[in-house]
């Protein structure tokens, strides 16, 4: 009697280890999906913006005929995003344009006609509403990697995170270009 009572508990126990193990490791997945999910967003949005910068480029061309250079580096920013394979690649580029469109927009300033344009003025709000929900879900995709990353390092799970081998993730990194201020040229 006393060994189906000791029998009984060691299945019990067994299967509480066991359900707690799948517990870890779903929530491994669930976040390993969530990460997915978030980049997969952004790289929607940065695709939506990618499309919008070559009616940009055509509309402010004929105003800016003295900024070739800020327009030759917002093409080559967009064709190193439409090049990029790899999450850290498609993150750089992203960077570059958005330095790119910042200084755009801010030399826009010295050319009244250009900000009178409806077209302009359209592109450049459409783009500007990209760049604020790029800017929620670069938040949301940190969040899940910051989440995951926890978890990841977190006993005991850092021992099933060790046994499914699961590296650590990277946040999304604003750039130290994009940091510094937008220089106006009058």
Known sequence: MIGIIIGFGVLVLAVIFVGYIVMIYNGFV?????????????NVLLKQRSDELPKLIETV??????EKGLLTELTKARTDFLKAKTISQKAEA???ISHALKSLFAVAENYPNLKANENFMQL????SGLENELSDRREFYN???NNYNIKKESFPDSVIANFMKLQQKTMFEVTEEEKKDVKIKF
């Open 30 to 42: 669930r976040l390993k999906n969530d990460i997915e999910k978030a980049w997969g967003n952004i």
């Open 143 to 145: 969040e899940s990697v």
């Open 61 to 66: 061309k004929g105003y800016m005929k003295h």
């Open 94 to 96: 992203d960077g570059e």
């Open 124 to 127: 450049q709000h459409r783009i």
